[in-house]
């Protein structure tokens, strides 16, 4: 049906497009709304931040007011007055805001945990560009029930896990509520200069409306939020202090694991206490040193582990924080996935190979140790940005035992090892940059190493209509064995991947075309991930949006694209496919989605079958799927979606349920409770690969019936805005029945097997997987970056080749086989050196 209504839409973008992108046609109005201009005054008392603006403090600055809406009814003005106050002296930036309320009892304060973000809240926040660069700022954000969020802004993407030491308090009253922040130079990096000139911006959500508004106008058909920023003026004569901040934590674990073997002689129970430190150090008014010294992540969020049948890895999440928190320099060309620090030894599934008669394996580490990690990250006046990452993981080794006599010997599976990442940003007008970015690992003991140099750019009109991003990568590996052949090119083999994006990225119709090359030798994978290499890309997209209210819809997004495929080497022709989606938003806050996907030809798959070039040829298929998710003002809300996929040839298909229902109980208990199904009937794919009594390859493919089912609870008892008790709990089950085998001919087609193939199929198993975990989580932030976290952590992983068909059987056979308890104690406390100075003098 999409496809019907897509002339005409293109057709309406004719007579509309020369239309003001906010559908204002008064221009001097539009201006007004931007470009704005407060004026801070340096104040000789600091206000006491207890939530009231004390006259003789806030009265002598000229508020900042005329809020205009971002959504819904974008570029309206605020429906409720906003008055807001910029105070400085030598130590800190106040922010003072009166929000006015004439429903004052209605003013929503939900409470969450910091950095939660929106929940059923209002919200005040700032956006600092303290380099005016309209590219990169830091948001403060505080809610009515006082939680607060800190964000960092860089090039469009934000950055959540950044983590800032600032105060900040409320208080509702019959006229609304008011904020009062106070932000330490220390918390934020400014240019060094008698005069600062920064871009400003102020946020503010009435939530029982759903009313955001922005007092520089943010247009929603206009690419971007930073470059849409009025600015602060008035600010001189102030200095970064000396930035030395010290986070030293200790913290105590206690595991029992009830599986081990009668022989094991590691203890059911074990414990240990840790200790170590991070610290921050401010190299000048620019650059921030930021060093963790024996760390300690044994109490981050559990994996969310799958069963994976394919032939590409799973990427998952980085949780912990010196990996997370302000690495946005490190992450922007794609070439750096962290979780490859202290991740599985290089030589871990090599140890089977080194095993003498009688040797059997005792210990094998699956993780290596992180001895310690630095990064050095920063912006210059002139808007070149620079990062340096550094980090060293010890020898990791396995343990073997002679069976017989009794003797062990150890294997080294990962040695010394140093991961490098070195960045320079340099922004440039119109909200673009360019970025070339190196990755370096170098291993001791005669084992690979690894080399990637990237360049990245991106180019926009004066406009901000159009945008070209391109840039390319190139990978070097040195010493490594691929497929066991010595490499050439004196022990280094080279890979290359290249891309470009034209858009159109502003306005209601917007377009782009994608390229995107990766050479059969381009591998990153030793500090970034790719899932496979060996690929030609080529897209084109167009979508037209309604950014303003149109029938009973809010907003509307429709869009649709092409995608071709071929490999780089040898040049094959892989896919084609068309896709197509619209979203849709209601007036009473609903949102409905619908997308379908046609691949109206063969696909060829050279990785299925894990021998390169072998094809295997998959037929026609077309799917389709849609989604809905209520009002979260609601104390009952729902996110739901369903969908199916088939192709007829072999008759297969598959269709998934999500159901996720969200419940506030009140304004400090919520439950998210999320179930997710999926049956995949007729799902062929490589099975075993054999070489028969006469040299002959044969590649087996099995017809399975996967089943996977998955539920999660989140949920979250908030004390107040310092305190909390989160509940993350999730069970995964999926299991893989065997129908039938074929092998694989040279053509890429399925052929039923011979009577004397039968046998190379006995020792293909079904599979049944189970995992099972549980984080229960205490934090309490007793002081101004200081946390107490009270952790237990349940793990359990099943995987057998006994299919349960009754779910509940299944989840009491899953809780009967061994599993993992730690509970663990941990204390950081934060120490700043200009506080601690200030303390000491006194």
């Known amino acids: 049906m999409f496809t019907r209504i897509l002339p005409f839409i293109l057709l309406l973008s004719l007579f509309t497009g020369s239309a003001n992108a906010s559908g204002n046609d008064d221009p001097t109005a539009e201006k007004n709304k931007r470009n704005k201009t407060t004026k801070a005054v340096r104040t000789q008392a600091p206000p006491v931040l207890d939530g009231h603006l004390e006259p003789e403090v806030w009265a002598q600055v000229v508020p900042a007011t005329n809020f205009v809406r971002y959504d819904p009814h974008n570029g309206k003005p605020s429906s409720q007055e906003t008055e807001v106050y910029m105070l400085y002296d030598n130590d800190a930036i106040y922010i003072g805001a009166i ?3 004439t429903a004052p009892d209605s003013v929503l304060t939900q409470l969450g945990q910091r950095d939660s973000g929106e929940n059923n809240s209002d919200m005040f926040g700032v956006y600092l560009d303290t380099y005016n660069d309209k590219q990169n700022a830091f948001a403060f954000l505080v809610s009515a029930a006082g939680v607060q969020t800190d964000i960092k802004h860089s090039q469009g993407r934000e950055d959540w896990n950044w983590d800032a030491v600032w105060k900040s308090s409320v208080r509702t009253h019959e006229r609304g509520w008011t904020v009062e922040m ?52 008035g600010i001189d004569g102030i200095e970064s202090p000396v930035r030395l901040q010290f986070m030293p934590y200790v913290s105590g674990y206690i595991n029992h694991y009830s599986g081990r073997d009668e022989g094991n002689k590691q203890k059911d129970f074990t414990k240990s206490i840790n200790g170590g430190m991070d610290v921050k150090y401010g190299i000048n008014d620019a650059f921030t040193l930021d060093v963790t010294l024996i760390p300690d992540f044994g109490q981050t969020q559990s994996d969310n582990q799958v069963l994976n049948l394919s032939p590409f890895e ?25 979780r490859r620090i202290g991740a599985r030894p290089v030589g871990y599934s090599a140890v089977d190979d080194q095993l003498v008669d009688q040797e059997m394996i005792i210990r094998n580490p699956s993780l290596t140790q992180l001895l310690n990690a630095a990064k050095v990250s920063g912006r210059t006046r002139r808007g070149l ?40 940003d340099q922004t440039l007008p119109r909200n673009s940059y360019i970025t070339f970015t190196n990755t370096n690992v170098t291993r001791t003991s005669g084992f690979y190493d690894a080399n990637v140099t990237g360049l990245r750019m991106r180019f926009a009109d004066k406009r901000n209509l159009f945008a070209l991003t391109t840039g390319g990568n190139l990978s070097q590996l040195y010493g490594k064995e691929v497929d066991g052949d010595p490499l050439t090119n004196d022990g280094a083999t080279l890979g290359h991947q ?55 819809f809010l907003s509307w997004r429709n869009n649709f694209s092409i995608h071709h495929s071929r490999l780089y080497q040898p040049g094959a022709f892989t896919s084609l496919s068309f896709n197509a989606g619209t979203n849709v938003r209601f007036r009473n806050f609903t949102s409905a989605y619908m997308n379908a996907s046609v691949r109206p030809g063969e696909q060829y798959d050279y990785f299925e079958a894990r021998t390169f070039p072998q094809v295997f040829v998959r037929p026609a298929a077309y799917s389709s799927n849609v989604g809905i998710s209520t009002d979260y003002r609601r104390r009952v809300a729902l996110d739901a979606s369903t969908g199916f996929w088939r192709s007829g040839q072999y008759d297969q298909n598959s269709w998934w349920l999500n159901f996720s229902p969200r419940f506030r109980v009140n304004d400090k208990l919520s439950i998210i409770n999320g179930n997710n199904f999926e049956k995949e009937v007729r799902n062929i794919g490589f099975a075993r690969k054999y070489t028969d009594e006469a040299s002959q390859r044969h590649i087996l493919f099995g017809d399975r019936t996967i089943t996977t089912v998955s539920t999660t609870i989140s949920s979250a008892y908030i004390f107040n805005e ?60 007793f002081a101004p970056g200081s946390e107490l976290r009270v952790v237990w952590k349940n793990f359990i992983e099943d995987r057998g080749s006994q299919i349960q068909n009754r779910y509940f059987e299944n989840v009491s056979s899953t809780f009967a086989v061994p599993q993992n308890n730690n509970f663990s104690v941990k204390l950081l406390y934060f120490i700043d050196y200009i506080s601690l100075k200030n303390v000491l003098a006194a």
């Not at 106070?182 to 008698?194: E, M, Q, S, V």
């Not at 959500?205 to 849409?228: A, M």
């Not at 949780?319 to 320099?329: D, I, K, V």
């Not at 119709?509 to 994978?525: K, P, R």
């Open 314 to 338: 799973v990427k998952y999440s980085e949780n912990r924080q010196f990996f997370t928190e302000g690495t946005e320099l490190f992450n922007k060309a794609g070439l750096f996935y962290s």
């Open 498 to 552: 290249y891309f470009v994006n034209l858009s159109k990225i502003s306005g209601n119709l917007q377009y782009g075309f994608d390229h995107n090359v990766e050479s059969d030798t381009y591998d990153i994978n030793d500090l970034g991930f790719i899932g496979n290499n060996n690929e030609m890309n080529t897209s084109a997209r167009v979508s037209y949006n309604f950014y303003q209210p149109v029938w009973k």
């Open 99 to 101: 929000l006015h309320d």
């Open 182 to 233: 106070r932000i330490p130079y220390g918390a934020i990096r400014f240019p060094k200069a008698d005069v600062q000139t920064w871009g400003i911006n102020y946020m503010r959500i009435i939530r029982r409306t759903r009313e955001k508004s922005f007092w520089s106008h943010v247009d929603n058909s206009v690419d971007g939020l930073i470059n849409q920023e009025g600015r602060a003026i």
């Open 385 to 424: 940005g620079i990062g340096l990452f550094n980090a060293f993981t010890g020898n990791s080794y396995a343990t073997v035992q002679d069976s017989v006599t009794g003797a062990t010997r150890e294997i080294l599976t990962d040695p010394l090892s140093n991961y490098n990442v070195f960045v320079l």
């Open 722 to 781: 310092r305190s909390g008790l989160t509940l993350n709990m999730r069970h995964y089950w999926s299991r893989a029945a065997y129908q039938d085998f074929f092998e694989l001919t040279k053509q890429g087609l399925l052929q039923q097997l011979t009577q004397e193939q039968q046998p190379y199929t006995s020792n293909i198993a079904d599979i049944n997987y189970n995992t099972f975990t549980m984080d229960l989580v205490y934090s309490w932030r």
